[in-house]
């Protein structure tokens, strides 16, 4: 985040829930709503966030109403705000970020192959269905995946997402050492430490799922602050302190 100003989360698709895609930062950098894209494979969708942040960066600003031309070849997107009951399911990472809800975020609506938006007559079947209404609160929203979402097993880690890459050790993957540090840096990057060396070629960088599932204590950490670090003492205790980043 530090050397663009924003951080795109991707959450890939899983069993009838399709991929979506969103923006933490804008509005800490560029005082710009936040901005999500959903219903294509994850890497789409925050390649297409990461090209609408940087019409952001050079000055554009988007509204709910808007048609945005240059962010795919020959393809529309249409703005829309997203209801604030929609939040907690989608955007865990974000809220963890601000500390409370951003201002707002705002949906970019891709259309079918004619152009034709979800709302619109005789647009394909797929574009209407994998695409959320999330300009509607959540209780108003026609039934189908995304309104289940709710209803489905919690991800235990609420400070992160399960494809967040996070760095880790060989060590902690190969199951020979556990963490007993966890780091939250001033990004909003994550860091699962064993306490040992971390010299080159003892990091690895992974999805924060498969950190969980080796070593599903760190759930514990999930709510721990961005700029904050924790670490088993002696006695076995954790203690959380700031994270201090040297200076070069």
Known sequence: MRSHGWHVVGVREEDATPGWGYSIGLWHSYRSLELAVFGLRAETC??????????????RRF??????????????????????????????????????????????????????????????????????????????????????LRDEEPWLFTGGCPD?????????????????????????????LDGGSTEEGDAVLVHLRHVVE?????????DLPVGTQSWQQHDGRWARFPHVVADD
């Open 46 to 59: 925050m390649q297409l966030v990461n090209a609408a942040g940087d019409l952001v960066r050079d000055g």
């Open 214 to 222: 080796r070593q599903p204590h760190v759930t514990e950490f999930g």
């Open 164 to 192: 967040d890459m996070v760095y880790t050790t060989k060590r902690v993957m190969a199951g020979e050492s556990t963490v007993t540090g966890v780091v939250h840096d001033s990004d909003g990057d994550w860091q699962f």
């Open 63 to 148: 509204a709910p109403g808007d048609m945005v031309e240059d962010v795919i070849n020959n393809y529309p997107l249409a703005v829309r705000h997203i209801h604030n009951s929609w939040f907690g399911d989608l955007f865990g990472q974000a809220l963890t970020f601000y500390q409370r809800p951003p201002l707002a975020f705002l949906q970019l609506v891709w259309p079918d192959k004619q152009n034709r938006f979800p709302w619109d007559d005789g647009v394909d079947e797929h574009c209407r269905d994998v695409q959320p209404q999330l300009w509607l609160p959540h209780d108003e929203h026609p039934d189908g995946p995304w309104r289940r």
